[in-house]
């Protein structure tokens, strides 16, 4: 699978990766860029911070890419060497390969992505699909994360089906249904223009993966003893983190839990709920 086999168009590639740039450029801490080489492909990693501050991972989402940290990264950047990664197979810069959620491939990526840093410890901060590869990785390697912060993650209850169908009768309506989904996943959130506009630009112009992220087991979230912050919005049509939260509570021993009011699935400018948690 090549990167334009991800979009519908070598125009529509090109579109979004412009605006991936001109994102970055909004970046709002100093920055290096990286390219890591992984037994799952290239992946591209945008860094910021002291370079021996403790590390921590930011998983952006699914048809995302690191931009969506561009608001957030100063105030992380401030305690942490932080390293934005953009996944595998998403609409980023990394490698176009989709390897099956139900393989360790995530977790074995993300291991040499780590590598590749040479990180050790880590702290993992993670949305949607982003937390789902912080958790499978969580699981994989629970002694080398530090702590984990889950933004409405997949993998733990079903999604609502209702989504589905409301998100495709939307994708029908061309631009319109498309921009009017879109504000539906950040509900009351202010949005600053240009990120509505790259989320916009990816949804019309992206090929999302087609399946369902596999559900954790029992077994597997007991593994998950470090301090872990779940973080959800009231207005999620995606999933629902009244659910998510009381079968995590059932199985993490040191779960913390922060809903926000009138937030919805595309929770952004979170970073002051994330550092009260990482902050001693």
Known sequence: MTASTLYKSLAGEQTVMAMYDAALKNWTAPYTTHTVPTRHGDTFVVASGDAHAPSLILLHGAGSNAAVWAGDVRDYAARYRVYAVDLIGEAGKSAPNRPTWESPAFAEWLDDVLHGLGVQQVTLVGISQGAWTALKYAVYAPERVDRLVLLTPGGIVPDRASFLFTALALMMLGNWGIKRMVRALFADQTVPAGVMDIVA?????????????????DDELRRLTMPTL?????????RDVDKIAARLRGLLPQLTVTMVQGAGHALINTSGCVMEFLTP
């Open 201 to 217: 630009q990816i949804t019309s112009q992206f090929k999302p993966r087609i399946g369902v992220l596999p559900i954790f087991t």
């Open 230 to 238: 779940l973080l959800g919005g009231t207005k999620d049509i995606l």
